[in-house]
């Protein structure tokens, strides 16, 4: 596709269960981040992937979340035994390689997770 | 830590008037200074992005001040309008070298433009 497209756009789901956000990047982007956005809120960072380098998971904000990126394209977010307070809207962005020129990152438009 | 500091958290404007929104950073190797711009229910899109070799860029009605010694950066508004009613982010990255870092964003400025 042309963009960053995330699925699914919005998830309901009840307390303790667990779910996965997938995203699928820009095809050539080889840096892939996750963000979560409470309404009316910044975004929070999550992870940062970049090529075959180790990711960045400092923002993930306990175990109950983590992230893989398989082949260096596609990511699934799993959050595990869900929580009200993890009610937001989930975004990925994706960026080009490496250059100078190419920071510019693309967002998809958000997975709204619902935790009734 | 927060690297990045946005302010003011929300903005409210006349229609024509100038909207102003600041950003302060933290790491001197920061090199690349993009904002975004995100409306309900979107993700937030490029707008406009400066780096530190220029005081000020300008798109349309759109500019970006640079202060590198003071490292802070602003986007500038000009003649808003209520299309332009929005959430900004500012951002910052490290660019140089080759090599794609992470970027870090402020916590976005909610600007309203009153017609």
């Known amino acids: 596709g042309a963009g960053v497209s995330q699925s699914p756009s919005n998830k309901v789901t009840e307390k303790g269960k667990d779910v996965e956000l997938r995203c699928d990047p820009i095809?050539?982007?080889?840096?892939l981040y996750w963000y979560r956005q409470s309404l009316g809120q910044g975004l929070e960072f999550l992870i940062y992937?970049?090529?075959?380098?180790?990711?960045?998971k400092s923002g993930l904000p306990s175990d109950r979340f983590s992230a893989e990126r398989t082949g260096g394209s596609v990511s699934t977010l799993t959050i595990q035994r869900t929580q009200q307070e993890d009610s937001a809207v989930y975004l990925c962005?994706?960026?080009?390689?490496?250059?100078?020129?190419?920071?510019?990152?693309?967002f998809g438009q958000g997975t709204r997770l619902t935790v009734v | 830590q927060q690297q990045v500091k946005q302010s003011p958290q929300s903005l409210i404007v006349q229609k024509g008037g100038i909207s102003i929104i600041n950003c302060a950073y933290e790491?001197?190797?920061?090199?690349?200074f993009p904002w975004y711009q995100q409306f309900p229910g979107k993700g937030p899109a490029l707008l406009i992005a400066?780096?530190?070799?220029?005081s000020e860029k300008k798109e349309g009605r759109f500019t970006i001040s640079f202060n590198k010694s003071a490292k802070q950066f602003s986007l500038h508004i000009m003649d808003s309008q209520p299309g332009d009613s929005a959430t900004y982010f500012c951002?910052?990255?490290?660019?140089?070298?080759?090599?794609?870092?992470?970027?870090?964003f402020g916590k976005g400025t909610l600007l309203t433009v009153n017609p």
């Open positions: 790491n001197t190797a920061f090199d690349y």
């Open positions: 962005a994706s960026s080009p390689g490496s250059g100078s020129q190419n920071t510019e990152a693309f």
């Open positions: 400066i780096r530190p070799d220029v």
């Open positions: 992937f970049q090529g075959n380098s180790a990711p960045d």
């Open positions: 951002a910052a990255t490290l660019n140089s070298g080759g090599s794609n870092y992470k970027l870090t």
């Open positions: 095809s050539g982007h080889t840096a």
